[in-house]
C-alpha cells in the first residue's frame, strides 16, 4: 500500500523515526517503508542501526544519542541539509530504567528524563520549525500506560511518559493552525527488549506474567502485543484516516487499563 501522504510525482521528504533499531521503532520504520517513505532511522545502537538500513533501500541510519543534547544538533542539522524537511516524525526512542524512589539519584532521574522527554521536545521543535515552514506534518509521540498507571520502582519513567502526554496536548494546540497533527500512543506490554527483566527473561513469558495477565484475563485480550501491532496504529495515526485527530493519547494494550 502506498501511503496517502507520498507523492506520486518524484521523491516525497522522509520520514523520521527515533530509536529505530529495535523493537517498537524498527516496527514503524519497517511498516513505513513497506507503505513506501523514504526514512531516516535515529538511533545510539550503530549495530543494530546498520543491519536494520542494510535490508532496507531508502532507509538513511543516522548514529546519534538523544541524550546528548548536541549530538540532536547535529542530526538535525544534517537532516535539514540533506533532506530540508521532513513529512512525519515519530519520537519512540526510551528508556525504562526501574529505581525505587529511595534508590533514585538525580543522576538516574536525569538519564530517564534526557533521553524520554528532553530528547522528544529537542527533535520536535527542530522538525516542527521545518514543518510549519511547508504548512503541514505529522508528529507521534511514544509514550506509555505509566503515563496512567503506577507499577514499582517505575516514579521516574511514568513521570516522564506522563509528561509526554501533556507535551503531545500541548504540541498539539501550539502546532494546529501550521497544519500539524501531533498524538500519542501509549502501549501496554510489548514484546521488545524493554520487556527483559533483570535476568534476561521476556517478562511475558513468566508464570506470574502468563498467571495474572493471561490466564486470569487482567489483560482482556489475554496475551502481550507483538511490537507491529504498535506500527499499524502508528500507520493509522500518520495517515489521512486521522485527519481530524490531534492531542490524543491512544492507548495500545490489550484492555489492561479498562480492568481493575
Ligand atoms: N516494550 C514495552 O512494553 C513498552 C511499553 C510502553 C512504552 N514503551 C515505549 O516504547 C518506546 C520503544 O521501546 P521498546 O520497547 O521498543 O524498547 P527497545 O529497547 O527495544 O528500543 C528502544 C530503542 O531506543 C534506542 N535508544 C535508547 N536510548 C537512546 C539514546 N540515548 N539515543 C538514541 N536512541 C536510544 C535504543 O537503542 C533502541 O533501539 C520507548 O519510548 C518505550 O518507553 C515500550
Redesign the pocket.
Known amino acids: 500500500m502506498r501511503h496517502a501522504a507520498l507523492r506520486a510525482d518524484g521523491p516525497s521528504p522522509p520520514w523520521l523515526v ?9 516496527a514503524i520504520a519497517r511498516r513505513f517503508h513497506s507503505e513506501g517513505a523514504r526514512l531516516v532511522a ?4 550503530k549495530t ?1 542501526l546498520d543491519r536494520l538500513a542494510a535490508g532496507l533501500v531508502g532507509v538513511e541510519p543516522v548514529v ?4 546528548q543534547p548536541s549530538e540532536i544538533a547535529k542530526a538535525m542539522q544534517h537532516v535539514e541539509q540533506a533532506y530540508g524537511h521532513v513529512d512525519i516524525l515519530v519520537n ?5 530504567q526501574s529505581r525505587h524512589i529511595l534508590a533514585a539519584d538525580y543522576e538516574h532521574w536525569r538519564r530517564v528524563f534526557s ?2 522527554l528532553d ?1 522528544q521536545f529537542l527533535v520536535s521543535r527542530a522538525i516542527a520549525a521545518r514543518m510549519q515552514a511547508r504548512q503541514g506534518g505529522v508528529i507521534i509521540n ?5 503515563a496512567m498507571l503506577s507499577e514499582p520502582c517505575g516514579s521516574s ?1 511514568g513521570a516522564s ?1 506522563g509528561a509526554i502526554a501533556a507535551f503531545t496536548r500541548g504540541l498539539a494546540v501550539d502546532l494546529a493552525s501550521a497544519g500539524i497533527r501531533v498524538n500519542a500512543i ?10 527483559l527483566n533483570a535476568e534476561g527473561v521476556d517478562e511475558t513469558s513468566t508464570d506470574e506474567f502468563q498467571d495474572w495477565y493471561v490466564r486470569r484475563r487482567k489483560i482482556p485480550l489475554a496475551r ?1 502485543g507483538p ?1 507491529a501491532e ?1 506500527a499499524g496504529v502508528a500507520a493509522f495515526l500518520a495517515s489521512a484516516d486521522a485527519s481530524y485527530m490531534t492531542g490524543q493519547t491512544l492507548i495500545v494494550d490489550g484492555g489492561l487499563t479498562v480492568t481493575f
Not at 527515533?18 to 524498527?26: L, P, Q, S, V
Not at 535515529?42 to 545502537?45: G, P, R, T
Not at 511514544?142 to 505509566?146: E, G, V
Open positions: 527515533t530509536g529505530a533499531a529495535n523493537g517498537i521503532g524498527e535515529l538511533d545510539v545502537d543494530a546519534c544519542d538523544l541524550a519512540n526512542a526510551g528508556i525504562g533521553i524520554n530528547a511514544i509514550a506509555s500506560i505509566q519513567y511518559k501509549a502501549p501496554g506490554f510489548i514484546q521488545t527488549r524493554m520487556s502481550a511490537p504498535v
